[in-house]
């Protein structure tokens, strides 16, 4: 079946640090991949997303590239700030059916 | 465009009882899809609807249990309820079966 793996942390970082998080897939046919964030007691929200190979997702400074050759989309900030610490999913929708699969998350922690 | 809301946001029950939480999709979305959220397991899938029919469950007992009704919102019922039904119950909804998901704020059960 359908998996998502990624760095589980904690990370921790200074502020203007340069992130990245790992996260590989494997799936049948052809995923659309998503990155969301997860901040203390809400729910999750997309952070961003690529719908198919060698598509580029970015917001507020993040960037993940869909890799299909590496099965990868690893999630890159060149500067994070104190307001990015929180605990980010990375997750895949396949093709042949209806549900997301997600990694079991990464909490990031910036301090000042 | 309002998103998607969760009702209530925190319940309390004892083992034993049964609980019912609400999702209203966001507006023109007919895709609803719940998921469980614990520290062990992380994420899990429970099920989705599309236009008032589950097409898809997650592996989780005949205790969880759903509905979608012709306004596209939906409910999840739990019965019997155990300690380890102790989670975050979140609510995606989206366009349809292969759009993007959007997420509610969740309702934090804790069994007592």
């Known amino acids: 079946g359908d998996s998502v793996t990624q760095m589980e942390g904690p990370v921790t970082l200074s502020e203007e640090a340069f992130l990245t998080i790992n996260c590989t897939y494997t799936?049948?046919?052809?995923?659309?991949l998503f990155w969301y964030v997860q901040y203390p007691g809400e729910g999750l929200q997309l952070l961003l997303k690529?719908?198919?190979?060698?598509d580029k997702g970015s917001n507020k400074g993040f960037e993940a590239t869909y890799r299909k050759e590496t099965t990868s989309f690893h999630l890159e900030k060149g500067s994070v700030q104190v307001s990015d610490s929180a605990v980010y999913f990375c997750?895949?929708?396949?093709?042949?059916?209806?549900?997301?699969?997600f990694g079991k998350g990464t909490l990031l922690t910036v301090n000042p | 465009k309002a998103g998607v809301t969760q009702t209530p946001r925190y319940l309390i029950k004892t083992r034993g009882q049964q609980v019912t939480l609400s999702c209203s999709p966001i507006?023109?979305?007919?895709?609803v899809s719940w998921y469980q959220q614990t520290p062990g397991q992380g994420l899990q899938f429970l099920f989705e609807?599309?236009?008032?029919?589950?097409?898809n469950k997650g592996n989780f007992p005949g205790r969880f249990s759903g509905r979608q009704f012709s306004n596209s919102r939906s409910e999840m019922n739990v019965s019997t309820l155990e300690l380890g039904d102790s989670a975050l119950y979140l609510c995606?909804?989206?366009?349809?079966?292969?759009?993007?998901?959007?997420f509610g704020p969740g309702t934090r059960l804790t069994v007592l």
């Open positions: 995606a909804s989206s366009l349809s079966k292969v759009d993007t998901q959007y």
């Open positions: 799936a049948t046919g052809y995923p659309s």
């Open positions: 690529a719908t198919k190979a060698d």
């Open positions: 997750a895949l929708l396949g093709g042949s059916n209806y549900k997301l699969t």
């Open positions: 507006s023109g979305h007919r895709s």
């Open positions: 609807y599309f236009s008032e029919t589950q097409r």
